[in-house]
């Protein structure tokens, strides 16, 4: 790993010397990336890393908007080493096609980037350089937010292909997963057939309401009219999944986080039916953070076995959002029209606390038009005086905020660690970068985020430098 720190002034410092780019302020060597680059093994993932690093060639050389190229650099130098860490090493039949697709997609964004490069280059010689200098700020500020989104867009991809990993080593799981599939195929044959389905679900769930429980329908039914059209419109759960993954990840090793998740640990431990959300941007390793907590021998000792993980990712629905609550409890596969009936019935019948972790919370309240529907879910929980739970979601605001008491006093939003932490951490998966005197000076340009110190300690660990 080859890194350089510029000592020019002026517009040549902030593009550096021939065979680097710039990241976070600091010249990372292209000789690097041009090496991963030419070890991938599969054209089409060689095809998109290639256009990537044209991008970042020729945003270099272009000789007027030096700010916002060098914006562009970063971006584009940031989503290439996503890329390799994502997809170096794979032999091509291990790329399931919506990986394949999401590559596919980068390609298509790099090839728009390029040709609006090639004629910003073609703008800022000579004269026309004042001439197009505002146009060709907001063409290149516009191919810096393509460039953005799309790394936003291939990160998610990434973590679906993740968690589709872990069902292929659960044959029962595996199964589901082929359900869910052929459940979202039928969705899409057409307008025709999902009004068909949507028409059966509805006098299954009419058939089921007549048989509930008057105690529940009071608590429950009243204020969740919303919830239960949801459910209406998205069908049977029984037609798309029996069981979605919802087994506990094992415990983490996390560094520099300790202060943090002593304060976590400190309220859920001393108060009954403590609710606390860990927020902040995204690849700062809030769900480490979180299972540290769960996992902690105090807690451990309070809720016993009713510490449950609920892997929100997976909930794209209301429907399933709640199939993934109930799965987290144990509770039987069912076809009744009231899951969340059920679930309430359950844990106010028990004896015993629990906790609750609802992992990346932001995809179930952020399923368009059903964000009140979720809410009401989660506070019909938080309602319950036995359930603490735990949220990791991205942004930095509490969900609810006006119908659940979040317990005080509340945690800051996570942020990147301190350089040590990060030293510890990179080490950790690279030993051999221990006492490398350029360490600090990466760790820094990567402003210390531990999923992009995952990503490059991978890289130096698999001898890719």
């Known amino acids: 790993m080859v890194l350089s720190r510029s000592k020019a002034s002026g517009a040549a410092s902030s593009l550096g010397p021939a065979g680097t780019a710039i990241l976070g302020g600091v010249q990372v060597s292209l000789t690097l990336l041009e090496k991963s ?116 867009e291939f990160q998610v991809t990434s973590n679906v292909d993740s968690c589709l990993k872990e069902l292929e080593h659960h044959e029962e799981l595996r199964k589901a997963q082929e359900r869910i599939q052929s459940g979202v195929d039928r969705l899409q044959k057409g307008q025709e057939t999902m009004q068909e389905t949507v028409q059966e679900s509805q006098q299954e769930l009419m058939k089921g309401q007549a048989n509930m429980e008057e105690s529940i329908k009071k608590e429950v039914r009243e204020g969740l009219s919303g919830v239960r059209e949801a459910i209406k ?26 202060k943090y998740i002593d304060k976590a640990i400190k309220l859920l431990f001393s108060i009954t039916g403590a609710k606390i959300a860990i927020l902040g941007p995204g690849g700062m390793g809030k769900t480490s953070v979180a299972l540290k907590i769960i996992y902690d021998a105090l807690l451990v000792d309070r809720f016993g076995d009713n510490r449950c993980w609920i892997p929100c990712e997976q909930a794209t629905s209301v429907l399933l959002f709640l199939e993934l609550i109930a799965k987290s409890l144990n509770l039987p596969n069912s076809s009744s029209s009231d899951r969340l009936a059920e679930i309430v019935r359950f844990l106010k019948s028990s004896k015993d606390l629990y906790i609750l972790l609802f992992d990346n919370f932001e995809t179930p309240w952020d399923i368009e038009g059903q964000q009140s529907n979720v809410a009401e879910v989660l506070a019909i929980i938080a309602s319950i005086p036995s359930v603490s739970f735990i949220i990791t979601m991205r942004g930095n605001q509490h969900p609810s905020s006006n119908t659940i008491e979040w317990t005080e006093p509340k945690l800051p939003l996570l942020t990147q660690l301190d350089l040590g932490a990060a030293e510890e951490a990179f080490v950790r998966i690279s030993p051999d970068a221990k006492g490398d005197p350029e360490l600090r000076t990466l760790l820094q340009a990567l402003d210390c985020m531990p999923l992009a110190i995952t990503l490059m300690a991978k890289l130096s660990e698999a001898g890719e430098t």
């Open 37 to 152: 680059v030419d070890g991938m093994n599969i054209p089409f993932v060689k095809g998109v890393a290639g256009a990537a690093l044209e991008v970042i060639k020729i945003a270099k050389v272009i000789q007027s908007n030096r700010e916002e190229c060098d914006n562009l650099v970063q971006s584009s130098t940031s989503l290439l080493i996503v890329i390799l860490g994502s997809l170096s090493g794979k032999a091509e039949d291990a790329i399931p096609d919506h990986l394949r697709r999401g590559v596919e997609r980068l390609t298509n964004n790099f090839s728009e980037v390029l040709a609006e490069l090639r004629i910003i280059d073609k703008r800022a010689q000579g004269w026309r350089a004042a001439f197009y200098y505002i146009d060709n700020g907001e063409r290149l500020k516009g191919c810096s937010s393509k460039i953005e989104w799309a790394m936003e």
């Open 233 to 258: 419109e998205q069908g049977n759960t029984q037609d798309f999944v029996s069981g979605p993954l919802t087994v506990m990840p094992p415990e983490p090793k996390l560094f520099g986080r300790t």
